[in-house]
C-alpha cells in the first residue's frame, strides 16, 4: 500500500512560480510511475505530467509543456512539479497519483493510477 501526500499549493499571481511536492510512502513507491493531475471547478481531471520509475523518462500535457518541469528523488520517496509562468487557467486542485504496473502508454488516463492523494490547492491571481 503506498500513501501519497502533496504539498506547496498555494495563491500566487499569474506569471510567478510554484513548486508542488509529493511525498509517497512505502518501499516500492520508487518502482511507479507517478503522474501530476489537476481538476479545476467544473472540469474534468485533466493530465499535467508524468514520470517513469527512474526518472528518465518524462511526458506534458500541452498547455504546461515549457512551463511545468516533473521530477522525482527516489532516494527521499518524493516527486516535485516545479511550475513557472503560471497562468490563471492553471488553478486547480493538484493531485498526484502512482501507477504501480511501470511506465505505460496510458499515463494520461487517471484510472491506470493506483494510488491518488488528497490534492492541493493552486490559486493564480489575475
Known amino acids: 500500500q503506498v500513501q501519497l501526500a502533496e504539498s506547496g499549493g498555494g495563491l500566487v499571481r499569474a506569471g510567478d512560480s510554484l513548486r508542488l511536492s509529493c511525498a509517497g510512502s512505502?518501499?516500492?513507491?520508487?518502482?511507479?510511475?507517478v503522474g501530476w493531475f489537476r481538476e479545476a471547478p467544473g472540469k474534468e481531471r485533466e493530465f499535467v505530467a508524468a514520470?517513469?520509475?527512474?526518472?528518465?523518462?518524462?511526458a506534458y500535457a500541452d498547455a504546461v509543456k515549457g512551463r511545468f518541469t516533473i521530477s522525482r528523488d527516489n532516494a527521499f520517496v518524493m516527486v516535485y512539479l516545479q511550475m513557472n509562468s503560471l497562468k490563471v487557467e492553471d488553478a486547480a486542485v493538484y493531485y498526484c497519483?502512482?501507477?504501480?504496473?511501470?511506465?505505460?502508454?496510458?499515463?494520461?488516463?487517471?484510472?491506470?493510477?493506483?494510488?491518488w492523494g488528497q490534492g492541493t490547492h493552486v490559486t493564480v491571481s489575475s
Open positions: 512505502g518501499r516500492t513507491f520508487s518502482r511507479y510511475a
Open positions: 514520470i517513469s520509475p527512474s526518472g528518465t523518462i518524462t
Open positions: 497519483a502512482a501507477d504501480r504496473t511501470g511506465w505505460s502508454g496510458h499515463y494520461t488516463v487517471p484510472s491506470e493510477y493506483d494510488y
